[in-house]
């Protein structure tokens, strides 16, 4: 299935066929709704958790969208959002501070 990027990292695009397709947009915004999430985690989890502490509405769709096989469980976010930054992301050199 593939996933198409903008170049911001904030669309995820997941084309079923040539006449359906289920976007998701995720921003940092909507992302930290979910890093505190008890992961790991299935889809079903997450969309409760979600729901539980007042995620906005598309926190909420876009965990519904999400194809899921089988009860897959997802460790962590990035699994969700492969673009999350990451302390890795950010350029600073803490031996300089």
């Not at 084309?15 to 790991?40: F, I």
């Not at 876009?62 to 699994?79: H, R, T």
């Not at 959002?81 to 803490?94: A, K, R, V």
Request: proline content about 6%; glycine content about 4%; overall charge negative.
């Amino acid at each position: 299935m593939p996933i198409l990027l903008d170049k911001l990292g904030l669309k995820i695009i997941f084309a079923k066929n040539k006449n359906q397709t289920v976007t998701m947009y995720w921003t940092l915004e909507l992302a930290s709704y979910l890093s505190d999430a008890p992961w790991p985690a299935t889809k079903d989890e997450l969309i409760d958790y979600a729901i539980r502490t007042g995620a906005p509405l598309e926190v909420v769709e876009n965990l519904q969208s999400m194809e899921e096989e089988g009860g897959e469980i997802y460790e962590s976010i990035e699994e969700i959002w492969p673009d999350y930054p990451t302390e890795e992301d950010y350029l600073w050199n803490e031996d300089e501070y």
